[in-house]
Protein backbone atom coordinates (compact mmCIF):
# COMPACT_ATOMS: atom_id res chain seq x y z
CA UNK A 1 0.00 0.00 0.00
CA UNK A 2 1.15 3.04 -0.93
CA UNK A 3 1.69 6.11 1.60
CA UNK A 4 0.46 9.66 0.46
CA UNK A 5 1.74 12.56 2.11
CA UNK A 6 1.04 16.46 0.59
CA UNK A 7 0.48 14.85 -2.64
CA UNK A 8 3.71 12.39 -3.07
CA UNK A 9 3.77 9.40 -3.32
CA UNK A 10 6.17 7.26 -1.09
CA UNK A 11 5.46 3.57 -1.89
CA UNK A 12 7.19 0.56 -0.24
CA UNK A 13 9.85 -0.68 -1.77
CA UNK A 14 7.80 -3.94 -3.03
CA UNK A 15 5.74 -1.40 -5.03
CA UNK A 16 8.67 -0.48 -7.68
CA UNK A 17 11.26 -3.27 -7.23
CA UNK A 18 9.55 -6.05 -9.02
CA UNK A 19 8.79 -4.20 -11.89
CA UNK A 20 8.51 -6.63 -15.48
CA UNK A 21 9.85 -4.53 -18.18
CA UNK A 22 8.99 -6.05 -21.27
CA UNK A 23 9.82 -4.25 -24.95
CA UNK A 24 6.71 -4.25 -27.03
CA UNK A 25 4.06 -4.54 -24.20
CA UNK A 26 4.93 -1.20 -22.56
CA UNK A 27 4.01 2.11 -24.59
CA UNK A 28 3.07 -0.17 -27.68
CA UNK A 29 6.52 0.71 -29.12
CA UNK A 30 7.19 -0.66 -32.27
CA UNK A 31 10.01 -2.42 -34.01
CA UNK A 32 12.87 -0.20 -33.03
CA UNK A 33 14.57 2.07 -36.25
CA UNK A 34 17.94 -0.51 -37.65
CA UNK A 35 15.97 -3.86 -36.59
CA UNK A 36 16.59 -6.53 -39.54
CA UNK A 37 13.02 -5.98 -41.15
CA UNK A 38 10.41 -8.89 -41.64
CA UNK A 39 10.94 -10.04 -45.42
CA UNK A 40 14.41 -9.76 -45.71
CA UNK A 41 16.60 -12.40 -46.45
CA UNK A 42 20.62 -11.73 -46.18
CA UNK A 43 22.50 -13.50 -49.04
CA UNK A 44 25.96 -12.41 -50.33
CA UNK A 45 25.31 -13.78 -53.72
CA UNK A 46 22.52 -12.86 -56.22
CA UNK A 47 22.08 -15.80 -58.27
CA UNK A 48 19.82 -14.05 -60.95
CA UNK A 49 19.80 -10.51 -60.44
CA UNK A 50 16.10 -8.33 -61.04
CA UNK A 51 15.03 -5.13 -59.63
CA UNK A 52 16.75 -4.12 -57.08
CA UNK A 53 17.10 -1.23 -54.15
CA UNK A 54 20.23 1.27 -54.39
CA UNK A 55 21.78 2.01 -51.10
CA UNK A 56 24.35 4.30 -52.61
CA UNK A 57 26.78 5.95 -50.02
CA UNK A 58 29.01 9.19 -50.06
CA UNK A 59 30.85 8.71 -46.78
CA UNK A 60 27.99 8.08 -43.86
CA UNK A 61 25.72 9.76 -46.22
CA UNK A 62 23.13 8.30 -48.27
CA UNK A 63 21.78 9.13 -51.83
CA UNK A 64 18.05 9.55 -51.74
CA UNK A 65 15.14 11.10 -53.92
CA UNK A 66 14.16 13.89 -52.32
CA UNK A 67 11.09 16.20 -51.32
CA UNK A 68 11.30 20.05 -50.21
CA UNK A 69 12.06 20.32 -46.68
CA UNK A 70 9.55 19.86 -44.02
CA UNK A 71 7.70 22.27 -42.09
CA UNK A 72 7.42 20.11 -38.86
CA UNK A 73 9.94 20.69 -36.20
CA UNK A 74 12.27 17.73 -35.68
CA UNK A 75 11.96 15.16 -32.39
CA UNK A 76 16.07 14.98 -33.11
CA UNK A 77 18.23 17.51 -31.35
CA UNK A 78 21.00 16.38 -33.55
CA UNK A 79 18.66 17.17 -36.44
CA UNK A 80 17.65 20.61 -37.77
CA UNK A 81 15.38 19.98 -40.75
CA UNK A 82 14.11 16.93 -42.54
CA UNK A 83 12.91 16.42 -46.18
CA UNK A 84 9.09 15.85 -46.55
CA UNK A 85 9.96 12.56 -48.14
CA UNK A 86 13.00 10.28 -49.61
CA UNK A 87 12.92 7.29 -50.94
CA UNK A 88 16.14 5.03 -52.17
CA UNK A 89 16.58 4.27 -55.67
CA UNK A 90 15.13 1.51 -57.19
CA UNK A 91 16.12 0.06 -60.66
CA UNK A 92 13.46 -1.85 -62.43
CA UNK A 93 16.14 -4.42 -64.23
CA UNK A 94 19.49 -5.67 -63.92
CA UNK A 95 21.40 -3.67 -65.83
CA UNK A 96 23.25 -2.45 -62.94
CA UNK A 97 22.40 1.01 -61.29
CA UNK A 98 24.75 3.63 -62.62
CA UNK A 99 23.51 6.96 -62.55
CA UNK A 100 26.88 8.46 -60.83
CA UNK A 101 28.99 7.37 -63.88
CA UNK A 102 31.09 4.24 -63.01
CA UNK A 103 32.19 5.72 -59.80
CA UNK A 104 31.94 2.42 -57.02
CA UNK A 105 34.98 2.22 -54.80
CA UNK A 106 33.05 -1.05 -53.68
CA UNK A 107 29.52 -2.91 -54.23
CA UNK A 108 28.03 -5.59 -51.76
CA UNK A 109 25.10 -7.62 -52.60
CA UNK A 110 23.50 -7.46 -49.34
CA UNK A 111 20.14 -9.86 -50.35
CA UNK A 112 16.62 -9.47 -50.89
CA UNK A 113 13.42 -7.71 -49.75
CA UNK A 114 10.45 -9.09 -50.43
CA UNK A 115 11.89 -10.26 -53.70
CA UNK A 116 13.82 -7.07 -54.78
CA UNK A 117 17.44 -7.45 -54.43
CA UNK A 118 19.30 -4.85 -52.30
CA UNK A 119 23.08 -3.55 -53.07
CA UNK A 120 25.21 -1.34 -51.17
CA UNK A 121 28.04 0.38 -52.87
CA UNK A 122 30.34 3.37 -51.70
CA UNK A 123 31.29 6.03 -53.93
CA UNK A 124 34.33 8.73 -53.35
CA UNK A 125 33.47 11.65 -51.28
CA UNK A 126 33.25 14.59 -53.86
CA UNK A 127 30.62 12.65 -56.25
CA UNK A 128 27.94 14.98 -57.16
CA UNK A 129 24.48 13.83 -56.64
CA UNK A 130 22.16 13.47 -59.64
CA UNK A 131 19.71 15.78 -60.51
CA UNK A 132 16.37 15.52 -58.08
CA UNK A 133 18.62 13.64 -55.55
CA UNK A 134 20.83 14.27 -52.29
CA UNK A 135 22.70 13.08 -49.77
CA UNK A 136 21.70 12.90 -46.54
CA UNK A 137 22.70 11.17 -42.56
CA UNK A 138 20.89 8.32 -41.47
CA UNK A 139 19.71 10.78 -38.67
CA UNK A 140 17.97 12.96 -40.73
CA UNK A 141 16.24 10.48 -42.91
CA UNK A 142 14.79 8.47 -39.62
CA UNK A 143 10.95 8.81 -39.96
CA UNK A 144 11.29 10.23 -43.59
CA UNK A 145 12.82 7.07 -45.22
CA UNK A 146 10.73 3.75 -45.33
CA UNK A 147 11.32 1.75 -42.06
CA UNK A 148 12.60 -1.71 -44.03
CA UNK A 149 15.03 1.07 -46.06
CA UNK A 150 16.54 2.64 -43.26
CA UNK A 151 16.94 -0.61 -41.91
CA UNK A 152 19.14 -2.10 -44.48
CA UNK A 153 20.66 1.40 -45.28
CA UNK A 154 22.15 1.13 -41.39
CA UNK A 155 23.31 -2.54 -42.36
CA UNK A 156 24.65 -1.59 -45.52
CA UNK A 157 27.23 1.07 -44.30
CA UNK A 158 28.05 -0.94 -41.65
CA UNK A 159 29.24 -4.04 -44.44
CA UNK A 160 30.63 -1.28 -46.40
CA UNK A 161 32.88 0.41 -43.60
CA UNK A 162 34.18 -3.54 -42.96
CA UNK A 163 34.94 -3.99 -46.50
CA UNK A 164 36.72 -0.44 -46.77
CA UNK A 165 38.69 -1.58 -43.35
CA UNK A 166 39.84 -5.23 -44.15
CA UNK A 167 40.83 -5.20 -47.80
CA UNK A 168 44.21 -5.90 -46.20
CA UNK A 169 45.07 -8.93 -43.69
CA UNK A 170 45.63 -7.05 -40.20
CA UNK A 171 48.22 -10.04 -38.86
CA UNK A 172 50.43 -10.14 -42.00
CA UNK A 173 49.07 -7.67 -44.44
CA UNK A 174 48.61 -9.84 -47.76
CA UNK A 175 45.29 -8.73 -49.38
CA UNK A 176 42.31 -10.30 -48.34
CA UNK A 177 39.50 -11.13 -50.80
CA UNK A 178 35.83 -12.03 -49.92
CA UNK A 179 34.30 -15.25 -50.06
CA UNK A 180 31.63 -15.53 -52.34
CA UNK A 181 29.50 -17.38 -50.16
CA UNK A 182 29.57 -16.18 -47.05
CA UNK A 183 30.24 -12.73 -44.97
CA UNK A 184 33.95 -12.95 -44.78
CA UNK A 185 37.01 -11.57 -45.86
CA UNK A 186 39.42 -14.00 -45.97
CA UNK A 187 43.45 -14.05 -46.36
CA UNK A 188 44.92 -16.37 -48.87
CA UNK A 189 48.88 -15.88 -46.96
CA UNK A 190 48.09 -16.72 -43.18
CA UNK A 191 43.84 -17.60 -43.76
CA UNK A 192 42.94 -15.58 -41.29
CA UNK A 193 39.26 -14.82 -41.66
CA UNK A 194 37.59 -11.54 -40.83
CA UNK A 195 34.27 -10.96 -40.38
CA UNK A 196 31.85 -8.02 -40.21
CA UNK A 197 32.34 -6.22 -36.71
CA UNK A 198 29.81 -5.65 -34.01
CA UNK A 199 30.65 -4.07 -30.80
CA UNK A 200 28.18 -4.68 -27.71
CA UNK A 201 27.29 -1.81 -25.45
CA UNK A 202 25.28 -1.89 -22.84
CA UNK A 203 22.62 0.93 -21.19
CA UNK A 204 21.28 1.48 -17.90
CA UNK A 205 17.89 3.26 -16.65
CA UNK A 206 18.39 2.97 -12.74
CA UNK A 207 15.45 3.39 -10.86
CA UNK A 208 15.23 4.71 -7.70
CA UNK A 209 11.52 4.86 -6.23
CA UNK A 210 9.77 6.97 -8.56
CA UNK A 211 12.80 8.46 -10.09
CA UNK A 212 15.14 7.93 -12.78
CA UNK A 213 19.15 8.81 -12.95
CA UNK A 214 19.75 10.07 -16.16
CA UNK A 215 23.12 11.68 -17.27
CA UNK A 216 24.76 13.67 -20.57
CA UNK A 217 28.21 13.46 -22.37
CA UNK A 218 29.52 16.91 -23.05
CA UNK A 219 29.13 16.30 -27.14
CA UNK A 220 25.10 16.01 -26.33
CA UNK A 221 22.87 18.44 -27.24
CA UNK A 222 21.82 21.61 -24.47
CA UNK A 223 19.33 20.46 -21.99
CA UNK A 224 19.46 16.72 -23.69
CA UNK A 225 19.55 14.07 -20.67
CA UNK A 226 20.14 9.97 -21.24
CA UNK A 227 20.64 6.49 -19.71
CA UNK A 228 23.48 5.71 -19.06
CA UNK A 229 25.57 3.65 -21.53
CA UNK A 230 29.22 1.84 -22.45
CA UNK A 231 31.39 -0.47 -23.99
CA UNK A 232 31.83 -4.28 -22.96
CA UNK A 233 35.08 -5.23 -22.41
CA UNK A 234 36.97 -8.40 -23.25
CA UNK A 235 35.97 -10.94 -20.40
CA UNK A 236 32.84 -8.88 -19.15
CA UNK A 237 29.43 -10.31 -19.25
CA UNK A 238 26.48 -7.79 -20.06
CA UNK A 239 25.82 -7.68 -16.14
CA UNK A 240 28.79 -7.11 -14.87
CA UNK A 241 29.89 -4.23 -17.64
CA UNK A 242 26.37 -2.83 -16.79
CA UNK A 243 27.64 -2.87 -13.00
CA UNK A 244 31.05 -1.46 -13.61
CA UNK A 245 30.13 1.14 -16.51
CA UNK A 246 27.09 3.03 -14.06
CA UNK A 247 29.40 2.50 -11.23
CA UNK A 248 32.35 4.29 -13.41
CA UNK A 249 29.98 6.92 -14.63
CA UNK A 250 28.00 8.15 -11.81
CA UNK A 251 29.24 6.63 -8.86
CA UNK A 252 26.33 4.23 -8.35
CA UNK A 253 25.84 0.76 -7.13
CA UNK A 254 23.35 -1.31 -8.85
CA UNK A 255 21.19 -4.51 -8.58
CA UNK A 256 17.39 -6.32 -10.09
CA UNK A 257 19.30 -6.10 -13.73
CA UNK A 258 16.23 -7.02 -16.05
CA UNK A 259 16.93 -7.21 -19.93
CA UNK A 260 14.71 -4.65 -21.66
CA UNK A 261 15.71 -4.52 -25.34
CA UNK A 262 18.56 -4.62 -28.03
CA UNK A 263 19.26 -2.39 -31.35
CA UNK A 264 21.34 -2.60 -33.56
CA UNK A 265 23.21 0.80 -33.73
CA UNK A 266 25.15 1.69 -37.31
CA UNK A 267 27.32 4.86 -35.72
CA UNK A 268 28.97 3.38 -36.09
CA UNK A 269 28.99 -0.63 -35.36
CA UNK A 270 27.25 -0.97 -32.40
CA UNK A 271 24.60 -3.54 -30.60
CA UNK A 272 22.85 -1.59 -28.00
CA UNK A 273 21.79 -4.09 -24.97
CA UNK A 274 19.09 -1.98 -22.84
CA UNK A 275 18.56 -3.07 -19.31
CA UNK A 276 16.62 -1.68 -16.36
CA UNK A 277 17.82 -1.72 -12.88
CA UNK A 278 17.50 -0.74 -9.06
CA UNK A 279 19.69 2.20 -7.11
CA UNK A 280 21.46 -0.02 -4.59
CA UNK A 281 23.88 2.27 -2.90
CA UNK A 282 25.91 5.57 -3.37
CA UNK A 283 25.66 9.09 -4.34
CA UNK A 284 25.57 10.43 -7.99
CA UNK A 285 29.12 11.29 -8.82
CA UNK A 286 29.38 12.44 -12.57
CA UNK A 287 32.95 10.69 -13.94
CA UNK A 288 35.42 13.83 -15.20
CA UNK A 289 35.90 14.02 -18.62
CA UNK A 290 32.87 11.33 -19.34
CA UNK A 291 29.81 12.47 -17.68
CA UNK A 292 29.35 16.47 -17.59
CA UNK A 293 26.01 15.99 -15.42
CA UNK A 294 23.74 12.85 -14.06
CA UNK A 295 20.66 13.83 -11.87
CA UNK A 296 17.75 12.07 -10.25
CA UNK A 297 14.66 13.51 -12.16
CA UNK A 298 11.50 12.67 -11.18
CA UNK A 299 8.71 10.22 -13.79
CA UNK A 300 6.74 13.49 -14.19
CA UNK A 301 8.84 16.08 -14.90
CA UNK A 302 12.00 13.88 -17.28
CA UNK A 303 14.11 16.80 -19.03
CA UNK A 304 14.84 16.57 -22.89
CA UNK A 305 15.26 13.32 -24.11
CA UNK A 306 16.67 11.33 -27.19
CA UNK A 307 15.25 11.02 -30.74
CA UNK A 308 12.85 8.18 -31.07
CA UNK A 309 15.56 6.79 -33.61
CA UNK A 310 17.46 4.94 -30.74
CA UNK A 311 16.41 2.07 -27.66
CA UNK A 312 17.18 5.00 -25.27
CA UNK A 313 14.30 6.89 -25.84
CA UNK A 314 12.24 3.47 -26.04
CA UNK A 315 13.29 2.32 -22.57
CA UNK A 316 12.85 5.56 -21.01
CA UNK A 317 9.45 6.34 -22.69
CA UNK A 318 8.52 2.26 -21.79
CA UNK A 319 9.69 2.66 -18.22
CA UNK A 320 8.39 6.29 -17.40
CA UNK A 321 4.90 5.00 -18.85
CA UNK A 322 4.93 1.86 -16.43
CA UNK A 323 5.71 3.92 -13.39
CA UNK A 324 3.73 7.23 -14.22
CA UNK A 325 0.77 4.41 -14.14
CA UNK A 326 2.05 2.89 -10.71
CA UNK A 327 1.95 6.11 -9.45
CA UNK A 328 -0.93 7.63 -10.49
CA UNK A 329 -2.80 4.36 -9.47
CA UNK A 330 -1.45 4.88 -6.14
CA UNK A 331 -2.18 8.44 -6.01
CA UNK A 332 1.04 10.12 -6.42
CA UNK A 333 0.54 12.33 -9.50
CA UNK A 334 -2.54 14.13 -7.94
CA UNK A 335 -1.49 17.78 -8.28
CA UNK A 336 1.57 17.20 -10.21
CA UNK A 337 0.58 16.39 -13.89
ZN1 LIG B 1 47.23 -12.80 -43.35
Not at 33 to 40: E, K, R
Not at 44 to 61: I, K, M, N, S, Y
Not at 302 to 323: E, N
Request: glycine residues 10%.
Amino acid sequence: MAIIRDGICSAPADLWAPLVITAGKLGGMPQLPFSSPDGFVQLTLAEAPGAGHWFVFRGDQLLVEIGPPSPEPTDDLRVRIRPSWARVPLQKNNTGYDPLGSKALRTLYLGRLAGIDCWATEVPRDTDAPAGMNWEGLRTLFSVLDDTHLALAGRAIQLLDWDRAHQFCGRCGAPTAPKPDERVRVCPACKLSVYPRISPAVMALVQRGRELLLGRGAHFPAGMYSALAGFVEPGETLEQCLAREVLEEVGVRINNIRYFDSQPWPFPNSLMIAFVCDWAGGDVTPQPGEIEAAEWFDVFHLPRLPSKISIARGLIDAVAHQMRETYSRNGGAKGIE
